[in-house]
């Protein structure tokens, strides 16, 4: 690949910057996912109740939202890479007081710190590889993120697995006498040190120097990137854009001036961010075990359910990565939008048919089957669309000055949106069930096909310092 000046694009090293900076998508699936399997042996250790249950899953997004929320102003600041290698410090601390936790409370502070790290890298992977890649394929490079976040829940899911299966149970004694659900928690410290270790070995984001001053540094690394023309182009154009209105970044810039109203790209951006977690993917990924269960399925078959759901998963993000850069965002969020309604139906449909055999619901064996197609084929639609391009949209939609801002607002809003459905389910499917759950989800997913065709604009090819304000 060439740039405009004739000069040869340096993948190599491109390709090396993105792997080691989605290692942050990753530990965001992997932290997230680790939940998925514990569920029982929280209960046994602190004698939850299912409302007690949810709020020990979904301790980790509080911390998400807030880590989100800081960690774009803050690598405004400090830098992109900076607040990276704190997430991954995050992550370790998280890790052993997780596993280590004596009860519900240092429990659910543990998740909330391992939720301040998953926050920040869930918006900074992606901005920072939108940084670094050139415009042809960037979408393609940023959607490796999703991909990693996949890796991380399937990579959990199937270290959960493991364990439960090697100590003979989730519940069941393993090494030096602990069971094996604390064990689950404290793997988490072996990519969590890959990531830290990882992240020295890669430059600032140019941009963010651009922005503080530096451009002979900003320079020296597009040069590495882009070629020496090519680099002297591309700085020019950041301070450009940034000189039309240069002062430091601030909330208050997210405001148009002249209405005095909130810009409607960041609605825009606060949508995208929020349907993707109305629309309920993290219900499979969090509580896929304790679904399938519900209505039949032993614990080891849900386990290998959840591996088989992460591994389709991986499979959608890899046909988005062929066709981002051709087809564009907004298709890809449509189709993704009218499928996941589809889906999300059908699996509501099912479960109203559902009968209660010894206190659980229980599925006949032809409409489980049906349930499951349905929820297999909803995680496809979900990871070909949703689950990538709004990363990559995240990461690409808003201009330089507002970038930082912008991505605090959405990502907050994001893990707000996400904390409110994961903290619910439990309550919602033990109360209104779960044919009127999930049928919400579905009424979402319709919705968000609508507020894509109104709101979103297709960001495919264009230069960051292009991007609209």
């Known amino acids: 690949m060439t740039t405009a000046a004739g000069e040869r694009v340096n993948l190599a090293f491109i390709g090396a910057i993105v792997a080691v900076a989605t290692i942050g998508g990753f530990m965001f699936g992997y932290d997230s996912g680790v939940i998925n399997g514990t569920q029982d042996g929280l209960e046994r250790a602190f004698d939850l109740s299912k409302l007690g249950t949810g709020l020990n899953v979904g301790a980790i997004l509080v911390g998400c939202a807030i880590g989100a929320f800081a960690a774009g102003r803050l690598a405004d600041m400090i830098g992109r890479r900076t607040v990276m290698m704190i997430a991954a410090l995050l992550f370790l601390v998280s890790a052993f007081a997780a596993g280590a936790a004596p009860s519900s409370i240092v429990f659910i502070v543990a998740r909330v710190i391992g939720g301040f790290g998953v926050g920040a890298a869930s918006v900074l992977s992606p901005v920072y590889i939108s940084e670094v890649t050139p415009a042809g394929i960037r979408g393609r490079l940023s959607s490796v993120q999703q991909i990693m976040i996949i890796a991380?829940?399937?990579?959990?899911?199937?270290?959960?697995?493991?364990?439960?299966?090697?100590?003979?149970?989730?519940?069941?004694?393993?090494?030096?006498?602990?069971?094996?659900?604390?064990?689950?928690?404290?793997?988490?410290?072996?990519?969590?040190?890959v990531y830290f270790l990882a992240l020295t070995l890669i430059p600032e984001s140019p941009r963010y120097l651009v922005a503080k001053g530096?451009?002979?540094e900003a320079e020296a690394i597009m040069a590495r990137l882009f070629g020496a023309r090519e680099a002297a182009r591309k700085v020019a154009e950041i301070r450009a854009s940034l000189a039309a209105d240069h002062h430091r970044p601030r909330l208050s810039d997210l405001v148009d001036r002249a209405s005095g109203r909130v810009r409607p790209l960041v609605w825009a951006g606060i949508g995208i961010a929020v349907f993707q977690q109305l629309v309920g993917i993290n219900i499979v990924f969090y509580y896929?075990?304790?679904?399938?269960?519900?209505?039949?399925f032993s614990e080891n078959d849900a386990l290998l359910i959840n591996i088989l759901s992460g591994t389709l998963s991986i499979l959608a993000c890899l046909g988005t990565i062929a066709v981002i850069d051709r087809i564009g965002r907004k298709p890809l969020l449509l189709i993704g939008s009218a499928g996941m309604a589809v889906t999300l139906a059908a699996m509501a449909a099912c479960f109203s048919t559902a009968t209660l055999v010894d206190g659980s619901l229980r599925l006949s064996d032809g409409t489980g089957t049906i349930a499951l197609v349905a929820a297999n084929a909803y995680v496809v639609f979900f990871n070909g669309s949703w689950g990538p391009v709004m990363w990559v949209m995240l990461g690409e939609m808003f201009p330089n000055q507002i970038r930082g801002?912008?991505?605090?607002?959405?990502?907050?809003?994001?893990?707000?949106?996400?904390?409110?459905?994961?903290?619910?389910?439990?309550?919602?499917?033990?109360?209104?069930?779960?044919?009127?759950?999930?049928?919400?989800?579905?009424?979402?997913?319709?919705?968000?096909?609508?507020?894509?065709?109104?709101?979103?604009?297709?960001?495919?090819?264009r230069e960051l310092e292009d991007m609209p304000g």
Do not use: C, K
């Not at 299966?165 to 072996?190: D, N, V």
């Not at 896929?288 to 039949?296: F, K, N």
């Open 152 to 193: 991380g829940l399937t990579g959990a899911f199937v270290a959960n697995y493991v364990l439960a299966h090697t100590a003979g149970g989730s519940t069941a004694p393993l090494w030096l006498g602990y069971p094996a659900w604390r064990w689950m928690f404290w793997m988490q410290a072996i990519p969590a040190a």
């Open 405 to 461: 801002s912008a991505l605090a607002v959405a990502g907050f809003a994001q893990w707000i949106a996400n904390f409110a459905i994961s903290v619910s389910f439990p309550a919602l499917a033990a109360g209104i069930g779960l044919p009127v759950t999930y049928g919400f989800y579905a009424a979402a997913a319709l919705v968000s096909f609508f507020f894509v065709r109104a709101m979103v604009t297709e960001t495919r090819g």
């Open 288 to 296: 896929g075990a304790v679904l399938w269960q519900s209505v039949g």
């Open 214 to 216: 530096r451009d002979a």
